[in-house]
């Protein structure tokens, strides 16, 4: 067994031993290493926090199982060591976790289903949330924010509820774009059950992804620690309706303890499904957005055409327009060979040809054998 | 002829002589009085400025002439020299001409026709603006947050106009509270025409201002000119509805400027009559607000049961309940005698007696030979 398989073995059995989020336990790998610990966890040769967070299910080793149980279901357990993790984003949690905001440990590992890397997932991901008992308005706010984020190349994090994620991530989909199901139980699991297919669709195109094993079923407290992963994975988090005591709003209080942007879209005065945007916005905790422009300027990001930005915040602001056009006609998922890129950007491809490289110097783009790729850049 | 008759003469010809604001001719005013102001311009016995502000109109001498067409409608003419004059409201035109922002200069007097006395209407008074092509939804909140103020005895101001301005002037009058209409053209003009019979019905119960004379026709730059007064005159200005470019965001603005306490409604998204709101409220000109109770939480006020601000903001936020009330009962305009402070606080005499003292030590308050009197405190 290889030294990442063996890692790999590892982290699939401590994330069954016990329920996230778990601080001690976190920190207990992050010192020993995933081999180790998990082997002292199983002896409960660890300090009593560590003991205290495993010691009811430290003989559940499914590790293995749980493994082929994903994999029969394509699912994969990426895990810190590997390429694909989120390093990145996910570091906000241990930030927070060490000002002493509570609850926020950083995720052992995460099953992922789905074609899309998660570590390129998150390049300047916007999560949309909302109430599940969204009214028409707010499913069709969330429906046209989730489709002009995705068609402008954002990818839409949310959480595959009722309401206002449905509709998020049907928008998404709509658009072709990539769209992220961060679930609050298994990631084999179809809850609800009325989103089966649309949990299907997400798997097929972009990704669904979860902290619990395999099996694990859906419970309140799992939607709550799941919202600190769909605050954390993401640059910032629109909520589209929520009221007053909706869990949208600890999302968004959540996204704003871990320094994330927080926005909120208003609605009618006299929709109570709105009166949860309203308050977070008069308290001053999620500033106002009414469209996906408006979005991705307090988001501190481009996109696309038709944006405005009041005040430049990019790092493609730099960019001439030619070079613009061909940095927009770049994904991040897929290298693209140079006849396609002039063709979507409506740039001769002797130009586009030179303008590539001058791309990849400023680590806006990176050549491989089957064409261009965007660079995941941060502003 | 008494001194104050001499004084509203002249004041009644130089509010014909110059277009306000006139910045020279106030400041030239303020310097020589208005009866030695008066005469020099009719001489053009006076600084260059103040000649430039009045040589097209200083043979216009109707000075008597207005104040007896305005009698005969039941208008009379306010001047800083009466106890009515709202001149502590008006000082914040002052402080910011003084800061340097332009068109601020303070009326020269006031045209009114109304049972209430100008001084009393501005207490706690709240201005309702927005745009004259409303929809539904927005004369809908409008009205209602008219008659919700108006029943809880605040004072509600706006321009009169189509639209977000008639809506809240009538949800006022259903309440059978105070509503002053504050105009751009004459207060005897009845413009919009349609208004004719509800600028009646305000001046009736309220007051109908103007610092226009007598059959002065509406014009654009009036209504802007005007709006200043509608923002200085109150303590705060609530943008109901308003289009990205509609003048309601000019009172907004200059509300702003005057250190008023801007509000905004929100509304869909989708909604060109909120774009302007939403701009308020996103660029943080404007705190989002929702009802009646969040108003009067950001204007800083309580005003009346049921308003539960969840932040204290107001400097008498300190003051025990029997304090509060005696200061309330205090004017910032005239002096009050204990006996009255006790009937109108319903507090007995001896109890006011030993806390007026306090109120005084704590800067609420100032002894004068008439009696007590509230000290302009800024929170």
Redesign the interface.
Known sequence: MSELEAERLARSYLLRVAEPPAPALAGFVGEFGPVVAAERVRRADCPPKVRDETAARRAHDYAERDLERAAADETRLVIPEDDEWPAWPLLSLAVAQGRGVSGMAPPLALWVRGPVKLGEAVDQAIAIVGARAATG?GEH?AAEVGYHLASRGIPVFSGAAFGIDGAAHRGALSADGTTVAVLGCGADVEYPAQHATLLRNIGKVGAVVSEYPPGTTPARHRFLVRNRLIAALTEGTVVVEAGRRSGARNTASTAGALGKVVMA?????SSGM??GC?AL??EGEA?????VD?ILETAGRFGAEGAEPSKPRRRTDRLGPEALRVHDALSTRSARPEERLAAESGIPVERVRSLLPELELDGFAERSDAGWRKRAAKT
């Open positions: 308005y706010n879209m208003p609605g009618p005065v709105s009166a309203h916005i008069r500033t106002l957005v009414t469209s408006e």
